[in-house]
C-alpha cells in the first residue's frame, strides 16, 4: 500500500507500458514500481511515470512492500513460473494473455492463488469491447435463437524482424499466429459460442523463417451441436480484419474486431431501424462508443481497474486463470490436430 491506495507495480514494458499507463491514471491504485532488464525501456517509464521506483531486478521488486498487485507481461512461457514467484511473495497478479503456453502450467498459478489467498486474474480485454455485450446478450437472452455457425478469421500481418526474438518459438510463445495474436479471438469463440467438442486442424509456415506456424486453418464443433471455422494468420499483408460472425435460427451478427458490421435478428421490432441504431452506436468501435456512452471503458484499462476493484472488494476477477485456460486448450488441440491429421475431442 502507499498513501493508503493500493499499490501496483508491472513487470515487462512492452505491453506492460498499457498497464503501467493504466494503473497510473487509475485513482484508487498508485502506480509504485515497474521492473525490466531492458534498460532503455526502464528509462523511458522513468521519465513518463512521476516518482516511479524502477527494478531491473524481478527478485527485488518482489522484495517491495508497497506493492500489492503485480502484472506479468512478460514472454507468455514465462507466465507461470513469474506469477508463482509474485504470489508466493504476497502479491495479487494480473497476467497477460494467453494465461500461459500450456493448461498444467497455468494451473499452476490457479492452485498457488488459491493456497495464498491472493488473487491472479487474466488480460482478455477483447471481451470489454464495447460491441461484445450487446453480441452477448442477443446469445443469452435467445434472440440470435439457435447457434448454427460462426467463422472467425484473424488476418493480420507480421514482418520478418517481428519474429527475431522470443515470438514464434514453440517454449516461449507457445506458437504463433493462433497463440499469440488469435487466442484474444479463440477466447471470444469459445465465450460466445459455448465450449469446444472437437478441432479438426491444419496449420503451416508460409511467409516467415519461424519455429512454430504463421497460418492455421480449423473446423471446429461445439458441445451444443453448432459448428465453426477458425482461420489464423500473420501473413496477410497489410494486417486486415478480425471476422467474427455468428449465424443462428433467429439472425445473424457480423463484427471486424470491435467494430460492428451487421445485425439482423429476426424478432426485432424492425429489422433494418435496429440494425442502423446499433451501426450508429457501435459501428465505429470502442472509440465512438466509449465517447457517446461513460459507463463503457474498454481495452487494458477496463481490466486494471477490475483487478484493483477485485482486491478491494474481496471478490473474484473478471476472468479467472481457470477461464483463460479454455482458450490455451483450444489452441493446443488445433496444433495436436494439425500435427498428427486427427480430429482432436477436448
Ligand atoms: N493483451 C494484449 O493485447 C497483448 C498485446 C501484446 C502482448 N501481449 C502479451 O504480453 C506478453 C508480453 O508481450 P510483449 O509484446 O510486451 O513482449 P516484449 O518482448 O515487447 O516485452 C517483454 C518484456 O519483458 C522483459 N523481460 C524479459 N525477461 C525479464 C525478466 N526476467 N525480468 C524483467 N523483465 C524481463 C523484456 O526485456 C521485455 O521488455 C506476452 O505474453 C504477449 O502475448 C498481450
Redesign the pocket.
Known amino acids: 500500500m502507499k498513501n493508503s491506495k493500493i499499490g501496483y507495480a508491472v513487470?515487462?514494458?512492452?505491453?506492460?507500458m498499457a498497464h503501467a499507463d493504466a494503473a497510473y491514471e487509475y485513482d484508487k491504485c498508485e502506480l509504485v514500481a515497474v521492473?525490466?532488464?531492458?534498460k532503455d525501456?526502464l528509462k523511458k517509464a522513468s521519465e513518463k511515470y512521476a516518482g516511479v521506483k524502477c527494478y531491473e531486478s524481478?527478485d527485488e521488486l518482489l522484495l517491495d512492500k508497497e506493492v500489492d498487485i503485480l502484472s506479468i507481461?512478460?514472454?507468455?512461457g514465462?507466465?507461470a513460473d513469474y506469477s508463482v514467484k509474485a504470489l508466493e511473495a504476497g502479491k495479487h497478479v494480473l497476467v497477460?494473455?494467453?494465461v500461459d503456453i500450456t493448461v498444467e502450467a497455468a494451473m499452476k498459478i490457479d492452485e498457488c492463488a488459491r493456497r495464498t489467498g491472493l488473487k491472479a486474474g487474466v488480460?482478455h480485454?477483447n471481451r470489454n469491447n464495447a460491441l461484445m455485450k450487446p453480441i452477448k446478450d442477443a446469445i443469452d437472452s435467445g434472440r440470435l435463437g439457435k447457434l448454427v455457425l460462426g467463422t472467425f478469421a484473424v488476418k493480420w500481418h507480421r514482418e520478418q524482424h517481428y519474429y527475431e526474438?522470443?515470438h514464434g518459438t514453440w517454449d516461449m510463445d507457445g506458437g504463433g499466429s493462433l497463440m499469440?495474436q488469435a487466442v484474444?479471438t479463440v477466447d471470444l469463440m469459445q465465450w460466445l459460442m459455448g465450449d469446444v467438442e472437437s478441432v479438426s486442424s491444419k496449420m503451416g509456415i508460409y511467409g516467415h523463417d519461424i519455429e512454430t506456424e504463421d497460418l492455421t486453418t480449423s473446423v471446429v464443433s461445439f458441445k451444443n451441436g453448432a459448428c465453426a471455422t477458425f482461420v489464423s494468420t500473420t501473413c496477410a499483408y497489410p494486417g486486415i480484419s478480425t471476422e467474427i460472425c455468428l449465424y443462428g435460427t433467429g439472425g445473424s451478427i457480423e463484427a471486424d474486431a470491435d467494430k460492428l458490421k451487421l445485425w439482423k435478428l429476426t424478432d426485432s421490432w424492425d429489422i433494418d431501424e435496429e440494425e442502423a441504431e446499433m451501426l450508429e452506436k457501435y459501428g465505429e468501435g470502442n472509440l465512438s462508443a466509449e465517447k457517446d456512452d461513460p459507463d463503457i471503458v474498454c481495452g487494458?484499462k477496463s481490466m486494471i481497474i477490475d483487478i484493483v476493484d477485485a482486491v478491494i472488494e474481496n471478490r473474484e476477477p473478471q476472468i479467472s486463470i481457470k477461464e483463460a485456460c479454455k482458450s490455451v486448450r483450444i489452441v493446443n488441440a488445433v496444433y495436436e490436430s494439425a500435427r498428427t491429421g486427427k480430429t482432436v475431442t477436448l
Open positions: 513487470v515487462g514494458l512492452g505491453i506492460g521492473c525490466d532488464i531492458n525501456r524481478f507481461c512478460l514472454p507468455s514465462m507466465h497477460e494473455k494467453p488480460i480485454q526474438g522470443w499469440n484474444h487494458h
